[in-house]
């Protein structure tokens, strides 16, 4: 069953905690990325990889932190740099590191900072 | 700044009517695709289009593009509630095809 997942659905962090959300992807691709979703908004682009062992900084990448050690996974770490972290998080791959490339989303993370 | 802004906000129909929702961006641009969300869920792709085509089709949906105007319009036919989502356009630049910039969404709500 091919797909794109995220862990975990739902998180909750103290302030000044870092914590580190899941993107794992089966599809084969060479491209990862994560957005940032606020409520009635649309995607902003956090960190993205075309490859293993790199990664470009996306429009927001301040407070947050990517590494890419293997080409299915693709981890987000939110730091307590983040002013503010609480939103709903999504990863997404695409075979190509190219716009006219489909993304494939996972179910999204959404966390919390109380 | 955001790319892309849709057009309405929000909208609400009855099942079998037709919904448009337009997007309208600020530069050129290569492709433009639409990707529909289901609420607290991962978007999931419907139709991209280049930027030499004017219109394309796939099922129920219908997708014009006008560079001229900057815009495209997504054309839902004969609703059903099963298509009450959000509905997001993304482009890219013409000098930057790495990445895809989303806009701020519609809302459909499709009541039976």
């Known amino acids: 069953d091919g797909g794109i997942t995220q862990s975990p659905k739902y998180l909750f962090r103290k302030e000044g905690q870092n914590v580190t959300l899941s993107c794992e992807q089966n599809l084969n691709h060479d491209a990862m990325y994560w957005y940032r979703q606020d409520p009635g908004q649309g995607l902003r682009l956090i960190y993205y990889s075309q490859i293993v062992n790199d990664f470009q900084k996306g429009d927001i990448a301040e407070g947050y932190s990517v590494s890419r050690e293997k080409k299915e996974s693709f981890p987000l770490t939110v730091t307590s740099a983040q002013k503010n972290p609480t939103a709903f998080y999504l990863c997404a791959s695409s075979a190509r590191l190219a716009s006219n490339n489909e993304q494939f989303f996972g179910p999204g993370t959404r966390l919390t900072v109380l | ?112």
Not at chain 2, 65 to 91: E, G, H, M, N, V
Request: proline fraction near 2%; charged fraction near 20%; glycine fraction near 6%.
């Open chain 2, 1 to 112: 700044s955001q790319q892309g802004e849709e057009d309405p906000q929000a909208l609400s129909i009855q099942e079998g009517e037709n919904a448009t929702m337009n997007c309208s961006y600020k530069t050129s641009i290569n492709n433009l695709q639409w990707y529909r969300q289901n609420s607290g869920r991962g978007l999931v792709h419907l139709i991209l289009i280049r930027s030499n085509e004017r219109e394309k089709h796939s099922g129920r949906l219908r997708v014009t593009l006008d560079t001229s105007k900057k815009s495209s319009s997504l054309l839902i036919t004969a609703s059903r509630a099963a298509d009450t989502a959000s509905y997001f356009c993304a482009t890219d630049w013409t000098y930057n095809t790495d990445k895809l910039i989303f806009g701020t969404g519609t809302r459909l709500q499709v009541f039976p």
